[in-house]
């Protein structure tokens, strides 16, 4: 719903959510309506279809920014598996 506020001086979008470091989502501290920049770096407003590509975003970034992490964990089960002597 948009207060009267918003319809006089506009939103007052602040930072809700960072998916990644260029998509944000927004959230309007007067009524609550959210926003999210899009693959064009302009603001749109958060539609479900957003939220679910904001989500497989986030995850995608996620995944990119604990790359390292995970090459260093699949190493280790790598060299924990070569190290591996059945007993019989
Ligand atoms: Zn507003």
Redesign the pocket.
């Known amino acids: 719903m948009?207060?009267i506020y918003?319809s006089f001086f506009g939103?007052?979008y602040e930072v809700s959510k960072k998916i990644t470091y260029h998509v944000k989502e927004y959230k309007?501290s007067?009524?609550n309506?959210q926003m999210t920049t899009n693959g064009n770096g302009k603001l749109t407003p958060l539609t479900p279809k957003y939220k679910e590509i904001n989500s497989v975003l986030e995850r995608i970034h996620y995944r990119r920014t604990s790359r390292i992490k995970q090459e260093e964990t699949i190493r280790s089960t790598e060299e924990a598996l070569l190290n591996f002597t059945p007993h019989f």
């Open positions: 948009k207060s918003c939103h007052q309007c007067h009524c309506a």
